[in-house]
Structure formats: C-alpha cells, structure tokens
C-alpha cells in the first residue's frame, strides 16, 4: 500500500473495502519478457476500509522532501 508506514499493513484474510478505486493495466517489457498486471490505486491508505474499520492516522507515512544542489557555486 502505497503512502503506508512500513509498521501499518493489511494481512492475508483481511475484508478490504476500496473507496473511489483507480484501475489502471500496466504492461511493462523487459529483456525480451512482457509483464501485465492490472494495479488498483486510491490516494491514501485512510480511504480505505479493513475489515469494517478506518485505518487509524498512524498509518499514513508522513511525507519526506528531498533536495540536492547539482550545480557548482560561483567563484
């Protein structure tokens, strides 16, 4: 689950209730071998319902930035 802390999860055997889902089919070719799946997206793991419970705030992986310089300063 993409955004999820790595503490939070779903299991095997779970009732899981997706809200607004976004199907999209991904084919993807690689050294000669096709790989296809189908990938379910929501835009966040608080939208969902496990097993007839909201996940708990704790469970949305809070966001990170990243910021790099890779030009030289002036001299």
Do not use: C, M
């Not at 779903?10 to 991904?26: F, I, K, M, Y």
């Not at 793991?45 to 002036?74: D, E, F, H, I, W």
């Amino acid at each position: 689950v993409y955004n999820a802390t790595p503490t939070w999860g779903v299991s095997v055997g779970d009732a899981l209730g997706v809200a607004e889902p976004v199907l999209t089919q991904h084919l993807h070719v690689h050294q000669g071998q096709t790989f296809s799946f189908l990938g379910i997206r929501v835009s966040s793991p608080l939208s969902l319902v496990v097993n007839g419970k909201r996940p708990p705030a704790s469970a949305l992986s809070p966001p990170r930035l990243a910021v790099s310089n890779l030009s030289t300063p002036p001299e």
